[in-house]
């Protein structure tokens, strides 16, 4: 009964909804990342990524300076 009180309530509804679009919206990041990562490794400019990903140069220095990080330990 309290699962379904629950389920009717707006502010319940409104958090489930909050919680589904965080994750739809971090997927989506992930997956930008992703191609960045694999275009980083056909040599392409960063000026061509950022244009190709919506990131941003800074972003994308950030993330190539992790990825040689990681993959040097």
């Known amino acids: 009964m309290w699962s ?3 389920r009717e ?4 509804q409104d958090i489930l909804d909050e919680g589904k ?16 990562r694999n275009l980083f490794n056909t040599g392409m ?7 190709v990903t919506g990131l941003s140069i ?3 220095q950030n993330l190539q300076a992790n990825e040689s990080r990681e993959s040097n330990q």
């Open 4 to 6: 379904d009180i629950m």
């Open 9 to 12: 309530s707006v502010i319940y």
């Open 21 to 36: 679009a965080e994750g739809k919206a971090e997927g989506k990041a992930e997956a930008l990342l992703e191609v960045a």
């Open 45 to 51: 400019p960063l000026e061509q990524i950022a244009r």
């Open 58 to 60: 800074d972003q994308l």
